[in-house]
């Protein structure tokens, strides 16, 4: 194959900031999306939480539903090019690459390891940057992720197992390897996946709770990031908003079902884009200030109500939840969204939290997603009854339990980062003296400090 020309996309600054890219190649992202071309490459330009009217993609959950005072702001991935906010962690790692020369369009073929969203992430990025891509995915995954990575023009190795299986992931990349011009992008060690949420997400998050605050319409004081941690990329968004605002913590969430930090567990789980029993070498652990584990079917059989007609007659009659929060959760809601509403829940009645105190956490993607899922919900537990959206509801959300929650101490930080030499050390090449060095915030204030490095790199490659 012969090389093709690089495509180039925004800067990391221009992520968070997208009114600072170049003003035609947003209007051309933002008229790709009207017309719903979801395959053109002028949608990398929208990779950014902010929509056309310059907000950044958030809603505040109402308090009728969470039972909560606390206030909780989601961030929503669902309008993402791709439908999920992975895709911003995808370019960020082609485009590192591109800019070290490891990867040239046209000559290389990039695999994308995962258990959902940045599959579909890589599927479409590589592609639209000029790359022929493979997607890594355990089989039991949703019809819907296998569909839309072959829409986006990727192919697909499915290895064994669900969720948890991240272990044969890796063992398929070490495979397809020893095959020709392949570069593995492996979200579970690529820096760049880190630093986009450290930069893009996690500045969002803080700014967003600016925004509602400024409006009187949440607690100012930021006191909790929570997200459940896939391959850690996302909950690098806490690290962000721990450094401005002195009263946040990092939340980490896991499944009940495989609480592989929380007591050296395994098992499977069905909290799709969240990959556990190994703790992943992007995950700042020395950073975080609690564990909570939430049930895979809890989330499923809450995500039900939410998404159901059944559910959202319950909801608006007797909660007052209004049609256009409705039409938002019927949309905008997967089973790790659920996950992440329920941790932030737990999270707050942990700490006690006031009217006063606002947790962000992420909708990572849609519904699309899961009505396959849902099928088999209905198929194993029947139709949805208003008696049964009321049991949900009262169980799941407003009584959700504060067990299993460990706190960050010295001790459990230091037995979290150990955790990590079993997968990467022992199988995955990388040194002891490198595991060490991540002990220290030093290393990860290194890594954030290569935002700006990488932004100057790419205004120089590009030209503009």
Request: proline fraction near 3%.
């Amino acid at each position: 194959m012969s090389a093709r020309a690089y495509t180039f996309g925004p800067t990391f600054d221009e992520m968070l900031h997208p009114d600072k890219m170049p003003a035609a190649k947003r209007k051309a992202a933002l008229a790709a999306k009207a017309r719903g071309d979801e395959l053109s490459p002028d949608l990398i330009w929208d990779i950014t939480w902010r929509g056309a009217d310059g907000r950044i993609r958030a809603r505040i959950l109402p308090k009728a539903l969470t039972g909560i005072d606390a206030n909780i702001v989601l961030l929503h991935g669902h309008d993402f090019p791709t439908g999920a906010h992975k895709v911003g962690a995808t370019y960020s790692c082609a485009m590192e690459r591109q800019l070290k020369g490891d990867i040239t369009p046209g000559v290389h073929t990039l695999v994308w390891p995962s258990t959902g969203n940045y599959g579909i992430g890589g599927a479409w990025i590589g592609p639209r940057m000029g790359y022929a891509s493979t997607v890594i995915l355990p089989e039991e995954m949703s019809a819907e992720r296998f569909e839309r990575i072959e829409r986006y023009g990727a192919k697909v190795i499915k290895t064994a197992g669900c969720e948890s299986n991240v272990k044969e992931i890796f063992d398929a990349c070490k495979e397809i390897s020893k095959q020709g011009e392949i570069r593995v992008l492996n979200q579970f060690e690529e820096m760049a996946n880190y630093r986009f949420h450290w930069h893009v997400t996690g500045n969002s998050a803080v700014q967003a709770v600016q925004e509602f605050a400024a409006e009187g319409k949440v607690g100012p004081r930021l006191a909790a990031f929570v997200s459940a941690m896939g391959s850690a990329g996302t909950i690098a968004a806490g690290d962000r908003c721990k450094q401005l605002s002195r009263d946040c913590r990092v939340v980490g969430l896991e499944p009940v079902q495989c609480p592989t930090l929380f007591s050296n567990g395994y098992g499977g789980h069905d909290i799709q884009g969240i990959g556990d029993k190994h703790v992943t070498w992007i995950h700042n652990v020395t950073n975080m200030d609690a564990l909570v584990c939430v049930d895979d079917i809890e989330c499923k059989l809450a995500l039900q109500v939410l998404t159901d007609p059944v559910g959202h007659a319950y909801l608006g009659k007797h909660l007052g939840i209004s049609q256009e929060d409705l039409d938002f959760f019927a949309s905008h809601l997967g089973i790790s969204g659920v996950c992440n509403i329920l941790g932030a829940i737990k999270t707050a009645k942990h700490f006690g939290l006031t009217a006063q105190d606002t947790l962000v956490t992420v909708a990572t993607d849609g519904f699309d997603r899961y009505p396959s899922v849902m099928a088999q919900m209905t198929a194993a537990y029947g139709p949805l009854s208003e008696m049964e959206s009321h049991a949900r509801v009262r169980q799941i959300l407003h009584k959700q339990k504060t067990d299993f929650v460990q706190e960050g101490t010295m001790f459990d930080r230091s037995r979290w980062h150990q955790l990590k030499y079993y997968t990467w050390v022992e199988q995955q090449g990388k040194t002891v003296g490198e595991l060490e060095a991540m002990r220290s915030q030093d290393f990860w204030l290194s890594e954030q400090a290569k935002v700006a490095e990488m932004d100057v790199a790419q205004k120089a490659a590009r030209g503009f």
